[in-house]
């Protein structure tokens, strides 16, 4: 086993290993959790067995395996931003109608100081 | 009137005063948006109802709070108001005669008359504002010439409406408004008063922000453009949904009569 074989094995074992806790200890909603494991199960796959996934990427024509690793990070990082955006989004407009509604609410049990 | 006031305690008091001598009869809601100053305490000392938000949630934020509360309590007309003191209360009654009684939504803009005399601005904007007027007068059927002047009247349908829907982005809320208004089918008209200078404060448009703002507004108008047609209707039917009972509470201090003199 080289070392960097090595290095790549137990870093991806480290991330693995906080996602799963973080799930765990339910620090992560479930509705995360699918997303997050589905990644982890490859990346655990692949740390273990790297020649499976060169073989992945000659077979759909990618000549640097790193090349397409990269771009499926890419991906999936831009689909999680966007998701989050929108989330973040929903959010704000929630708060700002509580915020709304405590005022008001605030004003009517007469203590708006 | 709704006052929406951020850090105004130099001008607060006398548009306070000025507004009890143009329309006696109406119920005054200071909204203060989470101001540092002494804003909120001067406004309760003239007697009129002061609603405080938690945090600071901008011109929208804190007019959506004044609509909700105009929705809440039944009013018919709705008058808003700068707390800065540029917009004379004295145009009031006259903004509030020109929504007549026409069914639907409804609102009255009180626009600055053309001042680039008076006020000096830069060339590039003058001409930005002018095409943002053109597209919004082609939009909304009616002239206009000072889309974002925050000194408005409301009738009842278009409380019900933006109770709901009043953008509460930063800064560009008075356009954005008319937008939905118009999307809703709302007539929108112009009266023209004259502007004073800020009393008091800081104005809060600079140069960086006039273009700021600027680009926002372009950035809005492409979205409003390529908006599918089901959010479209979506804010056509949005009707009054009626007070929430559940937060109305039978007080003697319930104003009984409407504020349209």
Known sequence: ?113 | MVVPAWNEEGSIASVLCEISHALPTADVLVVDDFSSDGTAAIARSAGVDVISNVFNLGVGGAMRVGFRYAADRDYDALVQIDADGQHDPAYAPGLLEALNSAPGPALVIGARFDSSEDFPVPRARRWAMRLLAAYLSRLTGCRLTDATSGYRAYNRDAIALFARTYPADYLSDTVESLIIASGAGARISQLSTVMRERAAGMPSQSRARALLYLSRVALMLFLQAIQPRSARRATRAARPAGPTPAFRRATPDQPTAEEKP
């Open chain 1, 1 to 113: 086993m080289s070392g960097v074989h090595l290095t790549v094995l137990l870093s991806t074992g480290a991330a693995v290993a906080a996602v799963v806790e973080l799930l765990r200890r339910r620090h992560i909603r479930e509705k995360y959790a699918v997303v997050w494991l589905a990644v982890c199960l490859p990346m655990t796959v692949f740390a273990i067995d790297p020649n499976l996934f060169n073989r992945l990427a000659h077979a759909i024509g990618v000549i640097n395996p790193p090349d397409l690793l990269t771009v499926l990070a890419c991906l999936f990082l831009l689909v999680v931003c966007v998701y989050m955006s929108w989330e973040l989004g929903r959010l704000d407009d929630r708060t700002r109608r509580l915020a709304e509604e405590v005022a008001l609410l605030r004003r009517d049990v007469g203590s708006g100081h």
